[in-house]
């Protein structure tokens, strides 16, 4: 079945430096969502990308979905202690299927 | 508007147990996730409906675990003779459909000793 794999799993950051998750499908995409998770809390979707090749930013956050729509990237400029959580990403296979399968997550820490 | 709602927040069972979770959507939503998460994990696929009716139930581990959605609304995750191994936080999800992103609900975190 398809598999989504993250790298790293964990990072530890100073406030102020710069963050960046992977994200790899083993199948392509339709879309991929990103979600973030706080410590004892729920995901929460963050944005969809679904044109190969697209780069979306919010504030100081950067996503971009691969030319070939198998892998994604979240980049965090200039990290605050608010961006604490997990981030995973998640996608359906190009298959038509809506069925959303996540990655593991990156844990991301950030000290003041 | 009201999120999704789970219930109970917590349960603590015994094993061989049956247990039933239920989840509420965000009204007018048509597709309904179910997902468990353990520790350090990400949120793993267990079924989705699309309407009444499981459109795909591939992620349920066996025969113990069934879910249903009568009226298109509601769901509730049933697991039969519950096994330590089933220790983990449910999660609910619901979405308007298609690529639509999805809404969680805070989940249940469930303990079988």
């Known amino acids: 079945g398809q598999q989504v794999m993250q790298i790293p799993q964990y990072q530890h950051v100073q406030e102020g430096e710069d963050f960046t998750t992977y994200c790899n499908s083993s199948t392509t995409l339709s879309n991929i969502q990103w979600y973030k998770q706080r410590p004892g809390g729920h995901p929460v979707f963050l944005i969809q990308?679904?044109?190969?090749?697209e780069v979306k930013k919010q504030k100081r956050l950067t996503f971009q979905f691969g030319e070939a729509k198998k892998n994604s990237s979240l980049h965090i400029t200039a990290t605050q202690t608010t961006d604490v959580g997990t981030y995973f990403c998640a996608g359906p296979p190009d298959s038509g299927y809506s069925t959303l399968t996540f990655g593991k997550g990156t844990m991301l820490l950030v000290s003041p | 508007g009201a999120g999704v709602s789970q219930t109970p927040s917590n349960k603590v069972t015994e094993k061989g147990k049956y247990v039933e979770l239920r989840c509420d959507p965000i009204s007018g939503h048509t597709a309904l996730y179910w997902y468990r998460q353990s520790l350090g994990q990400g949120p793993e696929f267990l079924i989705y409906f699309q309407g009444t009716g499981a459109a795909d139930d591939s992620g349920l581990p066996n025969d113990r675990f069934f879910a249903v959605r009568p009226e298109g609304s509601v769901s509730t995750l049933k697991i039969q003779r519950t096994e330590r191994g089933d220790s983990a936080v449910y999660l609910c999800?619901?979405?308007?459909?298609?690529?639509?992103?999805?809404?969680f609900g805070n989940g249940t975190r469930l303990t079988v000793t």
């Open positions: 990308l679904v044109k190969s090749g």
């Open positions: 999800a619901s979405s308007s459909g298609g690529r639509s992103p999805l809404h």
